[in-house]
């Protein structure tokens, strides 16, 4: 049981901290769901329950629910000798796709230059990078992408997608 | 029985050539929006609509009602091969659905959801001849109460002891819940749980919630793992279809009862999602195999599907726009439809018989190539499946503000996955968490604040009934089982 991979990489997080974080982080919820229920009346008034009534025990469950799971977490013995939940190597290669994913919503919400230009970007980005492919084939997709999503919305669907100075330069609408 | 004779008519009217084409158009039309998670079958009607303006208004009916058939088609086979489920109704598709196609059961998998889709519809097509009638009836006797009790029984059916820690699943429950209420609170019109911030005054969008657990969640989990999707090598053969198709008939237990709860909550308006949902909850904890629910067992795609579609009423949102049409087409819907423009609801009764055959024959042709879709490389599929979530997101509202909370409910459901969290209690919370608020409130206004309104009448205090007993029987059974055998099951 308690055997561990002698290849896998350093341990980054044990099953145990992650656990805390996660009912921590539901602790958080619950409380901000709480203060935010009670600008409102909470009680059960002559014609039901008030505003507040549904979200202010919501909250309250959530809270419950969480330092639940602290506990578990802490000392039950559910997860005491779990394998360790994610390794330098894994961690490595989520953040490896968050990034570029976090530089997509920059580009186009931050910067302004809407979603067919981040999505070029972005593409390029994870192909040539990550997927190791060569410039014409990523320049291929990419754009392919951004085409097809273009005719498929603006043109056929009609739903407008969020577009930039760069559109307007070109002077697509 | 006239209504053999009327039916006959209809499949007259049905049967052209025109109204063939125009089903295939339709179906296909729909499977595009469906496949599209953002872009919903409400969005299709509304995009068709103006299309059908110079059409009869027959045409028109089949026109939408096949595209509403193609788009929740559609909608299950994101949710099976992308874990992104394509439509609402099609979440509980994704629990054992992805796991098949992850396991290279890609085929298999999307036949047995269409096939039980097309059980589903064409059971509620068949009560629809029957009852066609009664049922609007029925259905005009649900008040506030009511609506509560039928959401009250979904979530009862839906949440049992699963394997999850029960305080986890009071987390997830509770998050749902409270999401579904941060906005404008329409009983008391009061802003509620916004803290200030604009955006929030629209409320968390069901949808944006799902495209980020689910699409974004899974992917996140995909990479950590450096799990290719498993399909990649898996052979697709239409053979697997075939196979798929001389299974089905063993699985009719399942068949029959979801597509019985999917015309209850058709009639009783609570909406395919919330029968969808349902159907799994009861399908799991029948069956002799519950604990591998989730693991990717047919039975589990079965359910959600034949719920979904049975009863092809189309959801509130889809009915209003349709509504909607009729009224421009000189038409006024009600039950006086069925004296006024008999051939009409005939024709239109028909053309779901066949158009249920065609968009079969037509989904069941084109599973080889949606499975091909994972053969693309992870590479290119998955930034094009974050694309396709955040394009999705944006189109729910056109809010920026969106794309961000996609992206933080992607975070939130890869954390929830790490740490055993279930996910889908707190969708399912989302989709009814408002609707059940107001209907519980506006009970509790009509009857004087006494929570005796849920047992004011035979109806509403069976469904309530009914409810309870479901959400106690995993404690139940679980006791008597003790008792049967003590010493079976030491510890936990």
Redesign the interface.
Known sequence: MEQHDPSASRALAT?RT??V??AA??LA??A??IL??L??RIG?????????Y??FW?????V??????LF?ALFARRHADAPM??NAD?AR??A???L???G??VL??IFKLG?YVA?VA??LT??LW????RLPAALA?SFG?AAV?YFM?ELW??????KGPVEAWLGIH | MDNIGDLLHGFQVALTGYHLMLMVVGVLFGIL?GVLPG?GAP?GVT?LIPLTFTMEPVSAIILLASMYWGALFGGSTTSILFNIPGEPSSVATTFDGHPMAKQGRATEALSYAFLSAAFGALFGVVVITLLAGPAATFAHKFSSPEYFAVYFLAFACFVGLGGA???????????G??LA?VGM?T??G?L????ELPDLIKGVSFLVAVIGLFG?GE??AT????LEFRGVHARISPRDVLKTIAALPSYWVVLVRSSLVGCWMGITPGGPTAASFMSYGLARRFAPRTGEFGKGVPEGVIAPEAADLALGIPGSATAAVMMGGLMIWGLHPGPMLFVDQKSFVWGLIASMYVANVVAVVLVLFTVPLFAAILRI?F??I???I??VC??SA??VS?S?FD??LA?LFGLIG???K??E?PIAPLVLAMVIGDKA?DA??Q???IH??SLGAFWSNWLCGTIMTLGFVLLLWPLVSSALQRTKSPPASAGG
């Open positions: 099953r992650l656990e974080i996660a982080l539901a919820f619950g901000t769901i935010g229920a600008e409102y059960w008034g002559e014609r039901g329950p008030e505003p507040g549904f979200p919501m909250g309250m469950i959530v419950v629910g969480a330092i639940g799971a578990e939940a994610i894994q290669r989520v490896l796709f968050l570029p994913m976090l997509f919503l186009a919400l979603l999505m972005y593409m994870v192909m990550q997927g190791r492919y997709v992408t999503f919305f669907l009609h739903v407008p997608l969020m | 929006v872009l969005n995009l820690s029960p305080f986890k699943t009071l987390v997830s429950a509770g998050m819940f409270s209420a609170d009983i008391s009061s509620r749980l916004t803290f974004i992917l996140i990479m950590e793992e450096r490389p590479a290119i998955a930034p094009l974050v694309v955040f394009v944006w189109t056109s920026p794309l961000w992206f890869y954390l929830f790490k740490c969290y608020e519980f409130r009970s509790m206004i004087g604040g």
